[in-house]
Structures are given as structure tokens and as C-alpha cells.
């Protein structure tokens, strides 16, 4: 049996979760030039010799997502679309995302040298190698 108190905490980190993707999502700035899109969650991580960012895209084959560092922010972008199998069948949930997606990801100062992009566990993972 689940402990009341990790099931509490657990449902008000996931509640919390919720809450910030959906200011993100409702309180950008309008632009012209962007789409609408939804944003992935991701994770950013620092060590001595690199930048780690994990970006949940599960389905997303990494060579079908577009990366760019502007202005010390990695942009993210591509679309999820469903299997061409799936498309005809019928749905009775679907919580995954689908369509265009973009984040924008802040990175720690510095500078980068090397980007390496891999798929792993259902994450995009992009290593940002620090320059020397």
C-alpha cells in the first residue's frame, strides 16, 4: 500500500508541473512570426565539461528535430505526428502532444564547441561540449 504522503507529494509536484506549462504556454508575448506550438519538458544539466539537455519527444526521431542556438538560448523545434498505422484507429485517449513543437531553452554562460544530439528512453538528448 502507497504511503498518503508520497502519493500527496507526488500529485502536487505533478500539479505544479501542469500549472508552469500552461503559464508558458498562455503568457508569451504574442509574435507574428511564430506558429502556435507546445513545448516539450525538459530537463538542463551542468557538469565540469558539458551542457546535458533532455527533451521528452517520444516518437520524435532526433533527426527530425531542428536545434539552433540564438542569442544564448537553444531553440528546439520539429512536429509529433502519429504513426500512419494509428491514424485509422480509434483513439480512446490520447495524452501525448501532438502537431508543432518549440522550446526555448536558456543556457548557462559560455561557450560550446561541440553538439552531439542522441535518442534515449523516449528523450532527445543534446550535449553542448564546453569550449576551452
Same mark, same amino acid.
Given at each position: &500500500? ?8 507526488? @500529485?502536487?509536484? @505533478?500539479?505544479?508541473? !501542469? ?6 504556454? &498562455?503568457? *508569451? ?16 544539466? @551542468?557538469? @565540469? *565539461? ?8 517520444? $516518437?520524435?526521431?532526433?533527426? *527530425?528535430? /531542428?536545434?539552433?542556438?540564438?542569442? $544564448? ?21 490520447? /495524452?501525448?502532444? *501532438? $502537431?508543432?513543437? /518549440? !522550446? ?15 535518442? $534515449? ?7 553542448? !561540449?564546453?569550449?576551452?
Amino acid at each position: &500500500m502507497r504511503d498518503p504522503a508520497d502519493w500527496m507529494l507526488s @500529485e502536487a509536484i @505533478e500539479a505544479l508541473a !501542469r500549472a508552469e506549462r500552461l503559464h508558458r504556454q &498562455m503568457f *508569451q508575448p504574442p509574435s507574428a512570426t511564430r506558429r502556435p506550438a507546445w513545448e516539450p519538458p525538459v530537463d538542463v544539466l @551542468e557538469t @565540469e *565539461q558539458e551542457v546535458l539537455i533532455l527533451i521528452a519527444l517520444p $516518437g520524435v526521431a532526433p533527426d *527530425q528535430v /531542428e536545434t539552433v542556438i540564438e542569442d $544564448g538560448t537553444l531553440v528546439v523545434a520539429g512536429r509529433r505526428v502519429l504513426p500512419p498505422q494509428l491514424r485509422t484507429a480509434v483513439i480512446h485517449r490520447l /495524452e501525448l502532444p *501532438q $502537431g508543432r513543437f /518549440e !522550446r526555448r531553452i536558456p543556457l548557462p554562460p559560455g561557450r560550446y564547441d561541440a553538439v552531439r544530439r542522441a535518442a $534515449g528512453d523516449g528523450c532527445l538528448v543534446i550535449s553542448l !561540449r564546453k569550449a576551452v
